[in-house]
């Protein structure tokens, strides 16, 4: 087993690599399972925002900028890779579970599925409810992947993380990130949570090389109350997608965007996903933002 809780519980006490802080418990990956060279996104938001909509359209994007693209869904539904391959996969954990949890006895096949083009597909799935880590789920797929070379073909990584949860177990994907984008709609629900993984992803970056790299709006006709909030505390949008029922539609007919008829408004919101790849792919200063108090962000926000 890869990964273990490390809790800090000593007042004044030092933090030492891997640790997250005095008070922390927080999932410590193996320091020797490292991704290696590609270019990692982690894309973090409320739940229901829209996350694997936005990270099966990132990949796609990359895909079509010509780079090996590698997506990771890191959501016990196991749907974040849905639009690209057509069909719901098997999760590393139920695999792993087939083989009495001998990883050496895996093939690539039974885990990694190529969809639209060309996009590599894994669901790391999660622990039945109420055991396990989803620390140790991340952590045993990077090590499969790492064993069986898939990492070293690969030019971007995007882990796609359950909804707005940031306990020890799905802040892992931060460990390995370069770069957290944050999926918001233009709402206070939306923006109060992406408060909340602000503040997870400036623990992580204490002792990890992830930074924010921005906000992506989605669903959203505008971004006035994302703008104030991001105003407020050093953020800034990286992208901007509208609530277009087209877009909606592509879940139920299992398509990418980009595999869709829609006319002009829907050829508008792919070039914004072409223009996000290439902004990440060029590289993104990194922003620190100082997360507000829960108080503050209802005097922002809440009594307009």
Same mark, same amino acid.
């Given at each position: 087993?890869?990964?273990?809780?490390?809790?800090?519980?000593?007042?004044?006490?030092?933090? !030492?690599?891997?640790?997250?802080?005095?008070?922390?418990?927080?999932?410590?990956?193996?320091?020797?399972?490292?991704?290696?060279?590609?270019?990692?996104?982690?894309?973090?938001?409320?739940?229901?925002?829209?996350?694997?909509?936005?990270?099966?359209?990132?990949?796609?994007?990359?895909?079509?900028?010509?780079? !090996?693209?590698?997506?990771?869904?890191?959501?016990?539904?196991? $749907?974040?890779?849905?639009?690209?391959?057509?069909?719901?996969?098997?999760?590393?954990?139920?695999?792993?579970?087939?083989? $009495?949890?001998?990883?050496?006895? #895996?093939?690539?096949?039974?885990?990694?599925?190529?969809?639209?083009?060309?996009?590599?597909?894994?669901?790391?799935?999660?622990?039945?409810?109420?055991?396990?880590?989803?620390?140790?789920?991340?952590?045993?797929?990077?090590?499969?992947?790492?064993?069986?070379?898939?990492?070293?073909?690969?030019?971007?990584?995007?882990?796609?993380?359950?909804? $707005?949860?940031?306990?020890?177990?799905?802040?892992?994907?931060?460990?390995?990130?370069? !770069?957290? #984008?944050?999926?918001?709609?233009?709402?206070?629900?939306?923006?109060?949570?992406?408060?909340?993984?602000?503040?997870?992803?400036?623990?992580?970056?204490?002792?990890?090389?992830? !930074?924010?790299?921005?906000?992506?709006?989605?669903?959203?006709?505008?971004?006035?109350?994302?703008?104030?909030?991001?105003?407020?505390?050093?953020?800034?949008?990286?992208?901007?997608?509208? $609530?277009?029922?087209?877009?909606?539609?592509?879940?139920?007919?299992?398509?990418?965007?980009?595999?869709?008829?829609?006319?002009?408004? #829907?050829?508008?919101?792919?070039?914004?996903?072409?223009? #996000?790849?290439?902004?990440?792919?060029?590289?993104?200063?990194?922003?620190?933002?100082?997360?507000?108090?829960?108080?503050?962000?209802?005097?922002?926000?809440?009594?307009?």
């Amino acid at each position: 087993m890869n990964t273990v809780a490390v809790p800090v519980t000593s007042i004044g006490r030092g933090t !030492r690599p891997g640790e997250d802080g005095e008070g922390s418990v927080q999932v410590s990956l193996d320091p020797s399972v490292k991704i290696g060279n590609a270019k990692v996104f982690a894309i973090y938001g409320k739940g229901g925002i829209g996350k694997s909509t936005t990270s099966s359209n990132l990949s796609a994007a990359f895909s079509h900028m010509g780079k !090996r693209v590698l997506q990771i869904g890191c959501d016990p539904k196991h $749907d974040s890779t849905f639009t690209l391959t057509k069909r719901m996969l098997p999760t590393v954990i139920d695999v792993l579970e087939t083989v $009495d949890f001998h990883p050496e006895e #895996l093939r690539v096949e039974d885990f990694v599925f190529e969809g639209y083009n060309g996009v590599m597909c894994v669901e790391a799935g999660g622990p039945p409810a109420g055991t396990g880590c989803g620390g140790y789920v991340v952590g045993q797929t990077v090590k499969l992947l790492k064993e069986h070379h898939l990492l070293e073909d690969t030019d971007v990584v995007i882990f796609d993380v359950l909804g $707005d949860v940031v306990c020890g177990g799905f802040a892992a994907p931060l460990q390995h990130a370069d !770069r957290a #984008l944050i999926v918001t709609a233009n709402d206070f629900d939306s923006i109060f949570a992406m408060n909340r993984i602000v503040q997870a992803i400036g623990a992580k970056a204490r002792n990890y090389n992830v !930074r924010l790299g921005g906000v992506i709006a989605n669903r959203s006709a505008g971004t006035d109350q994302i703008d104030k909030y991001n105003q407020q505390i050093g953020l800034q949008l990286a992208a901007h997608f509208p $609530d277009l029922d087209a877009i909606r539609r592509s879940r139920l007919k299992k398509s990418t965007l980009f595999e869709m008829d829609e006319g002009p408004e #829907l050829e508008a919101v792919r070039q914004e996903y072409m223009r #996000l790849a290439a902004a990440l792919w060029a590289g993104t200063d990194p922003m620190s933002a100082v997360p507000m108090k829960d108080r503050d962000i209802f005097d922002l926000l809440g009594f307009d």
